[in-house]
């Protein structure tokens, strides 16, 4: 595992991502997803906390806007990119899809980035990955 993805979590938790029987630990208090869209070819980023109630999502940005991707009325540009701040709330998992037509989600911490599939070990494909906060 990257040193800069061994970052300890909030309160003595990781990060669980869970793919096709696998299931993989970080040490990560907070990180950031980066995608990009399907038919609109245009990056997102969400930031996220690992905390006791859930997986955090404190930030989002888009690159721009299009099908089904506007940013909502409180977005403000800035350096390029929609931002916003959306309302509190912690989700006790959070599934990710890959329709296989935009490459693949990364997991950002520390400056370093990697996909889904390098952080799990297989190639993830068209398979749900689910993220949850949990104990080491």
């Given at each position: 595992?990257?040193?800069a993805?061994?970052?300890?979590?909030?309160?003595?938790?990781?990060?669980c991502?869970?793919?096709a029987?696998?299931?993989?630990?970080l040490?990560?208090?907070?990180f950031?997803?980066?995608?990009?869209?399907?038919?609109?070819?245009?990056?997102?980023?969400?930031?996220?906390?690992?905390?006791?109630?859930g997986?955090?999502?404190?930030?989002?940005r888009?690159?721009?806007?299009?099908?089904?991707m506007?940013?909502?009325?409180?977005a403000?540009?800035?350096?390029?990119?929609?931002?916003?701040?959306?309302?509190?709330?912690?989700?006790p998992?959070?599934a990710?899809?890959?329709?296989?037509?935009?490459?693949?989600?990364?997991?950002c911490?520390?400056?370093?980035?990697?996909?889904?599939?390098?952080i799990?070990?297989?190639?993830?494909?068209a398979?749900?990955?689910?993220?949850?906060?949990?104990?080491?």
């Amino acid at each position: 595992m990257a040193a800069a993805l061994a970052q300890r979590g909030g309160g003595g938790l990781s990060l669980c991502l869970a793919s096709a029987g696998v299931v993989k630990a970080l040490s990560v208090a907070a990180f950031t997803l980066v995608w990009t869209h399907s038919i609109e070819k245009v990056e997102w980023q969400e930031d996220w906390r690992v905390t006791p109630r859930g997986l955090e999502l404190t930030q989002a940005r888009v690159k721009g806007s299009g099908a089904g991707m506007e940013p909502p009325p409180e977005a403000r540009l800035v350096d390029g990119w929609f931002q916003w701040q959306p309302k509190p709330a912690a989700f006790p998992q959070v599934a990710l899809g890959n329709s296989g037509t935009a490459g693949e989600w990364r997991l950002c911490a520390g400056g370093n980035c990697r996909t889904l599939s390098e952080i799990l070990g297989h190639p993830v494909g068209a398979n749900v990955t689910t993220m949850k906060a949990c104990s080491p």
